[in-house]
């Protein structure tokens, strides 16, 4: 404890603690006491002696705190002379950003990146969705949206969105001032909102779509229409914006407009970053399209694009791999941030992606896939709610480790498992720990939100599997509740690398996945539809030791027959297998005469199947 | 038992006595007059108010002021002291870019840039691998002889069951017994109200308790 002035005045111990109500009283004591304890002031038979009658409420609580006390410290050094000198040469070319006190307030120019060291350089310009280093605002191009905002107007439903506020504050602006919003706050067109330097919240607009605005954010809600139509448009012009566009029956309009682009969506997953007048897009799920005065630009899944003079798309979005959650059996998930963002679906059929970096497909048209990608490590709860009756199920982790099985043999309506979130040597880990069988009330307040306003279109999932034959959950389910002795052989589909730490979930299972052959091609036809990044592997795997008269080739080749879409992301996959023997072989037996020029079914585009699965693939591919 | 002797060198101990906050640090020391205490709090609040105006000199005292204590929270909270070097750099140009908007709502301008180096630290966590909180922490010379032997399994545990906890439990954690804030310096930081931390510490401490439990104790 560094307290050189000599001993700390006793912290704000509380008059008379005791005759306080308990709780208030407990954490008044300890907080007195970590003071004395910190300071050297006190040892803690000390302080429990003058407590006698909670020792043994505080005994353990200051043990702990004790344990803390004695941890080593480091010394605080003067900054590095070197590192200071380069410190001050950088803000001297980088500008400031002045408040908005309107339009001619901005600075007008663009500055130089700034220049650090090359420690620092590569932290900032390692990866193209760190945040950006500021650049001056285009002022004209801000002056512009200022006017079409206020020139844009016209008649707008007074409560177009609804704001939750997960941390932080969030201020409104009024009479050129920012006052603080409350949370649950009911937002119209012409709103301009700005998140405080820990502000965490969310916009649900009138259609179930949502932004989560990142810290020190700043936009506006341009327009937010749901009249036979559905038409968002969001006036970007600072930090982090994570957009979930509400699929449905309505075609939509969502708009994020930046200083220097426009980014337009119509049903999909994707974040718009701004500092200082540059914006980045990076594209979770689906595609959008970003718009730089005539030049129009997709930006598919995976994918990500810099806006700086022209619009820049890039191939490797992140500089982590991703990790997969599967989720097996009669049950739909639903991740939950410790700030109560959600990522998931429900049984009604509402699919939501709220928390930054992770998405997830529809359970309806499979086995649930939740992707991990650009998120923040930390402790997630993933609620499993239960769509039918008895049987089990399995909760599939997919890392670089390779594949491991969680069975779910709970039979109650919900189960919580806990979700450790890491990233290591460059990927993303998770770790799962069952936690409990639930309790009655399981939804959130955002998840009602959402779910009010996405049900319109919504169909449950358990129809919807019913209507699907269900037959990867009905073997799943089946199979993990049939007797072990009945059971087929299992054997792994993926094995951890030499030396690579496996991860399976603290008191998961840690059995490989089995390669029960219907089981098989479901988690393939999964892996390639949500465009896995081991799609290439698990086809190979797969595929590998087939005979040539198993089953499973002939029953691939229906699949593809059928389905276009489906058939043109597995020659996409397909491409990305440097193993020309095998592509030959799985091109024969599956009828794909030549994958490399063979026109897709569905592709609609070009015509060029070569260019369109070159593409593909290129979407595809982001690790 | 001991009581705990400071473990910190003496360099570290007079920047600390230099950079006393006003207004924003624990109680009053004997030594620090009301007096004194108001010029500080005017020197700081015009090195704020320079910056703000663009004056990078008077950016660069709040550098010299803060850094250090910027990078030890760093070098706590990521356990490697080249990337809190780095965060910290970030920090402070961040810093440099929006103290325009800076305004003193309750958050004093060092709680500011604790937030900031959170949200840092947070950033940079999204895409390295995390490590133990207190990994690379150097153990100040004299304390290394008393601990080296006896303590450093216990920290090793103890680390790695504060590895464990939630991002607030290991926030509010290091604050009050690292970085040696009080309660109400370290709701400031973390925008929560004195009594609001006072509670969030003691789940937190309950929290360490039930994982060093749960790891087989510390010794």
């Known amino acids: ?623 | 038992m001991v009581k705990r002797q400071h473990r910190t060198d003496d360099g570290a101990d007079s920047l600390q006595r230099v950079r006393a906050e006003a207004g924003a640090g624990r109680p009053s020391s004997e030594g620090a007059t009301a007096s004194t205490e108001a010029a500080e709090a005017a020197e700081l609040a015009q090195l704020v108010a320079r910056s703000q105006q663009g004056d990078a000199n008077a950016f660069g005292q709040l550098y010299d002021r803060y850094q250090p204590e910027i990078v030890r929270y760093l070098v706590y909270r990521t356990g490697d002291p080249e990337a809190a070097e780095d965060l910290a750099q970030q920090v402070f140009l961040k810093a440099w870019q929006a103290i325009p908007r800076y305004e003193d709502r309750g958050v004093p301008f060092k709680a500011w840039l604790y937030r900031m180096a959170h949200n840092q630290m947070v950033d940079h966590f999204r895409t390295r691998r995390p490590t133990s909180d207190l990994e690379g922490v150097e153990v100040a010379e004299e304390a290394e002889a008393e601990a080296r032997v006896l303590a450093a399994e216990t920290h090793e545990r103890l680390q790695a069951a504060l590895g464990r906890l939630s991002e607030d439990h290991r926030e509010v954690l290091v604050l009050r017994f690292l970085m040696e804030k009080s309660a109400r310096e370290a709701g400031e930081i973390m925008g929560r109200q004195e009594v609001t931390l006072r509670g969030l510490q003691m789940r937190a401490l309950q929290a360490l308790r039930r994982e060093i439990e749960l790891s087989g104790g510390l010794s």
């Open chain 1, 1 to 623: 404890m560094t307290n050189p002035e000599g001993p700390m005045e006793r912290s704000p111990m509380p008059q008379g603690p005791m005759e306080r109500p308990g709780a208030e009283a407990s954490e008044a004591i300890v907080d007195g006491a970590i003071d004395e304890l910190v300071a050297g002031r006190a040892t803690l038979e000390e302080v429990l002696a003058r407590h006698p009658e909670r020792r043994e409420e505080l005994a353990p609580l200051l043990e702990a705190a004790l344990a803390m006390v004695e941890l080593p410290r480091m010394a605080e050094r003067a900054p590095d002379p070197e590192r200071r000198a380069a410190f001050m040469a950088t803000i001297a070319g980088t500008p400031q950003e002045r408040p908005r006190e309107g339009a001619g307030a901005l600075p007008s120019r663009r500055l130089r990146w700034p220049m650090f060291g090359s420690p620092l350089a590569r932290l900032v310009f390692a990866n193209p969705f760190a945040r950006l280093v500021t650049l001056a605002a285009p002022a004209a191009a801000i002056a512009a949206v200022a006017v079409a905002i206020v020139l844009g107007g016209g008649a707008a439903p007074a409560t177009a969105s609804t704001l939750t506020i997960f941390e932080g504050s969030v201020g409104r602006l009024e009479d050129g001032g920012w006052r603080p919003i409350e949370d649950g706050a009911r937002l119209g067109e012409g709103e301009r909102l700005r998140t405080s330097v820990d502000g965490h919240a969310l916009l649900t607009f009138a259609d179930g779509s949502t932004a989560a605005l990142a810290p020190l954010t700043e936009l506006e809600i341009a327009r937010a229409r749901f009249a036979g139509t559905r038409e968002i448009e969001l006036v970007q012009d600072l930090g982090s914006v994570w957009n979930d566009v509400a699929p449905g029956g309505t075609p939509i309009e969502y708009r994020v407009r930046t200083p220097d682009a426009v980014v337009a969506a119509t049903g999909t997953t994707f974040e718009t970053l701004v500092e200082g007048g540059e914006t980045a897009v990076l594209t979770a799920s689906g595609s959008v399209e970003v718009r730089r005065g005539d030049e129009r630009v997709a930006v598919e899944s995976g994918q990500a694009a810099r806006v700086t003079d022209r619009v820049e798309v890039s191939d490797h979005p992140s500089s982590v791999r991703p990790a997969y959650l599967t989720v097996e059996g009669p049950f739909v998930a639903s991740l939950r941030a410790a700030d109560g963002a959600a990522t998931g679906a429900l049984p009604s059929g509402v699919v939501y992606q709220q928390i930054r970096g992770v998405t997830t497909t529809d359970p309806g048209e499979g086995p649930q896939v939740l992707r991990f990608l650009n998120v923040a490590p930390g402790r997630y709860e993933l609620l499993l709610r239960r769509i039918a009756d008895g049987a089990a199920g399995r909760l599939l982790v997919t890392t670089d480790a390779g594949t491991r099985a969680m069975p779910l043999t709970d039979l109650g309506p919900a189960l919580v498992v806990r979700v450790e979130v890491t990233v290591r040597d460059g990927a993303v880990a998770l770790a799962l720990v069952e936690e409990s069988a639930v309790r009655a009330d399981v939804d959130t307040a955002l998840e009602r939100l959402v779910a009010s306003a996405r049900s319109e279109d919504a169909v449950p999932v358990s129809d919807r599997r019913a209507a699907a034959g269900d037959v990867a959950t009905v073997e799943a389910t089946s199979e993990a509740t049939r007797p072990a002795s009945d059971r087929p052989e299992v054997t792994a589909t993926a094995t951890p690398p030499d030396g690579a730490e496996a991860t399976p979930a603290d008191g998961a299972d840690a059995t490989p996945v089995a390669t029960e052959p219907a089981r098989a091609l479901d988690e393939l036809i999964s892996a390639v539809r949500s465009g896995r990044d081991d799609a290439p592997l698990l086809v190979r795997r797969t595929l590998e030791g087939l005979g040539a008269d198993d089953p499973m080739w002939g029953r691939l080749r229906e699949l593809l027959a059928s389905d276009g879409e489906l058939r043109r992301e597995f020659v996409a996959v397909l491409i990305r297998i440097d193993d020309a023997g095998f592509v030959e072989m799985v091109q024969e037996r599956l009828g794909l005469v030549d994958a490399t020029s063979e026109p897709t079914p569905s592709d609609g585009g070009s015509g060029d199947a070569a260019s369109d699965a070159t593409a593909e693939a290129t979407r595809v591919g982001d690790g």
